[in-house]
């Protein structure tokens, strides 16, 4: 789990899934993450270098894990690495949309570079835990199933 930026509602749900599967979930960040402990469950601590802590989530994902991140940049090197990615809303992201996704988050990051980015509405409530929940019992299934 790219750990920096991921909601804790959304830890709390991996939290809950891994212990109830067994499946160890690693979290990795370039800082401690409250509530991050116990049974199946890793904190991996990377330097704060930019970059450090997607550089060790690529070196260390495998075919069969899944990752998950709204680091849309680090899903498209893992995706390349054919592994399973999803975001905190539940996306999968694969070889078929990625492109597109980076090249739209692209476009945003060049406007917002520019003085021209649009204001950000970051809410996160119950609808997407759900959809994250949803696409994250999917890609267990998928992971159990391989």
Do not use: W
């Not at 694969?94 to 692209?106: G, H, Q």
């Not at 649009?118 to 994250?132: D, H, P, V």
């Amino acid at each position: 789990i790219d750990a920096d930026s991921c909601p804790v509602a959304v830890r709390e749900t991996i939290i809950r899934a891994c212990r109830r599967t067994g499946i160890t979930g690693i979290f990795v960040a370039n800082r401690p993450i409250p509530g991050v402990h116990g049974y199946c469950i890793e904190m991996e601590l990377c330097p704060t270098e930019s970059g450090a802590a997607d550089d060790r989530i690529v070196e260390k994902a495998e075919p069969g894990d899944i990752v998950i991140t709204r680091d849309i940049p680090l899903a498209a090197r893992l995706v390349e690495k054919q592994i399973a990615v999803i975001d905190d809303r539940g996306t999968l992201y694969t070889s078929e949309n990625i492109k597109e996704r980076l090249s739209v988050r692209d476009f945003f990051v060049s406007l917002s570079d520019n003085g021209l980015g649009m204001a950000r509405i970051n809410s996160y409530g119950k609808k997407e835990l759900k959809a994250f929940a949803d696409g994250f019992d999917r890609a267990l299934t998928m992971l159990r199933k391989k």
